[in-house]
């Protein structure tokens, strides 16, 4: 097997459950992936280190879109973040934080502290 590996920074998940697709998720995917594209982010891009999928329920149902990251961090190992009520302008600074590896946005965050 040849299959081509791609250097990724961290993975973002957009939530596709019914409620947060209620709430405008598949075009918050759409978007992101669009952005993605764009800046040459995407993992298979020149330069691009991030992967972006659809998921299933990321628990917030009341308040989506909602959006985790998963990334390795130096010094931490992998970190988690997750985050309610996520607009493109706030999804493109974490997918920038991310790609950068950054520190992440604190808004909207919500789970452990």
Known sequence: MSAKYFRTNGHLLVCQGPNCQARGSALLHKALWNHLE???????????????????????????PSLCVYRAAPGVGLEEAWYAAVDFP????????????????????YGPE
């Open 38 to 64: 764009r800046e040459s982010l995407a993992y298979y891009k020149r330069g691009g280190t991030l992967r972006l999928t659809e998921s299933g329920c990321l628990g917030s149902c009341s308040f989506g």
């Open 90 to 109: 706030l999804a493109a600074r974490i997918a920038q934080a991310v790609h950068e590896q950054g520190p992440l946005p604190a808004e909207h965050q």
